[in-house]
């Protein structure tokens, strides 16, 4: 159902977005819970946008050990959401994914989600080093330019 005329004069005046890390938004409930009551009347903003933080090491565990399917962001296939994925190392691609977000999420009101793939360069803290439970993966970062560099060229 589509909404109001009223209702998409409401919503366009907030623009709900939430952050999340790719293990946390296909392993925590609250996710599925909160994207359940997304059109539920009195719950309803006119559609959030999810932005997932793909660096492929959520919890310290490869993806392919915790994960069922080949992305996160599956899950929105599941309430019929627009699903993005964009290369973290190109910012033009991660803008673009994100103004396409809103266009949709304006005109229809609905959950749209952005995968970012990337990678996280450093561990969560000064002192856990992924690269002692990852270290091929964590080779190859370490070899990679960083974004900006990227960017330049």
């Not at 409401?10 to 909160?34: C, K, M, N, W």
């Not at 033009?92 to 977000?101: D, I, N, P, R, W």
Request: proline letters at 8%; one cysteine or more; charged letters at 20%.
């Amino acid at each position: 159902m589509l909404p109001s005329p009223s209702a998409r004069r409401r919503y366009r005046s907030v623009l709900p977005i939430l952050l999340h890390g790719d293990a946390a938004f296909a392993g925590q409930g609250v996710v599925y819970e909160t994207m359940q009551m997304a059109e539920v009347p009195d719950f309803d903003v006119g559609g959030t946008i999810h932005v997932i933080i793909n660096n492929q090491i959520g919890f310290t565990t490869n993806p392919l050990h915790s994960l069922s399917m080949p992305y996160s962001s599956e899950l929105g296939k599941d309430f019929n959401c627009p699903i993005f994925h964009c290369n973290g190392d190109d910012p033009l691609a991660v803008s673009t994914a994100l103004e396409t977000a809103v266009e949709w999420r304006h005109e229809w009101g609905m959950d749209v989600i952005i995968e970012m793939v990337c990678y996280r360069r450093n561990g969560p803290n000064k002192l856990d080093q992924p690269a002692f439970t990852q270290p091929k993966l964590y080779k190859e970062i370490s070899q990679h330019p960083p974004t900006l560099d990227i960017f330049e060229k």
